[in-house]
């Protein structure tokens, strides 16, 4: 079951796209809650208790904008699916800043919104999994959207997420309970391709700041297969 928020004071609109939702659950044989928001303040209030795992938002609203709480739920949620739905097209720098998965114009095009939708759900599929670590501490369970990039040091594995996991693995052993938002790197790293911000022809920067090398040979095959994941 997937909950789905719809943050825009226009209700005409919001019912125009609750219209749509609907019609996308019902082709695509999705469960969906779809819950209606008239504000960003409407809508944090309710946050706590009620996450979403799409949140269709209007950019331009009284009091708080769109922009502005797509930034505010970016500082502690990585995962929700954002998609812009404006009658401008002033905003796509900021869509980019907050991670937003894409920019739809009013009135939305049916067939646009049922793609976006189709790639939420993808994403959220995809970023309910999660991977199983055994270290000298214990095991560990991790959600897959945490790891930044898995380091071979000899005979170990370093995992590099919110804090550094050490654990008796080969990166081979990894490469067959990952998925393909990872590549393999060179002998030594795994990378999670949602976490490169950019590539050079010698190393890699993460979003996190953290700079990783690459051989020369590796830099098509990396910049091939972030485009492939877009």
Known sequence: MLTLSLCDDNAAER???KTLVLEWAD???AGVSVL?????????FDYDDRRPDILLLDVEMPGESGVELAKKLRRSDRVLQIVFITAYSDYIAEGYEVAALHYLLKPAD??????????????????CRKITLETPDGTEVL?????RYIESRKNYAVVHAEREYTVRRTLSDFLESLDGRFIKVG?????????????SRTEIELKSG???????????AVNRAIIDMK
């Not at 008239?38 to 944090?44: G, I, K």
């Not at 953290?210 to 098509?220: L, S």
């Open 15 to 17: 019912e125009q796209l």
């Open 27 to 29: 082709r695509s044989g």
């Open 210 to 220: 953290e700079v990783i090398p690459i051989p020369r040979a590796a830099f098509d």
């Open 36 to 44: 209606e928001y008239p504000s960003a303040e409407a809508f944090l």
């Open 187 to 199: 002998r030594s790293f795994i990378i999670n391709l949602l976490w490169i911000r950019r590539v």
């Open 143 to 147: 959600p897959l959207y945490d790891v």
């Open 110 to 127: 049916r067939e646009k919104l049922f793609s976006v939708l189709d790639k939420a759900a993808e994403r959220v599929r995809r970023d």
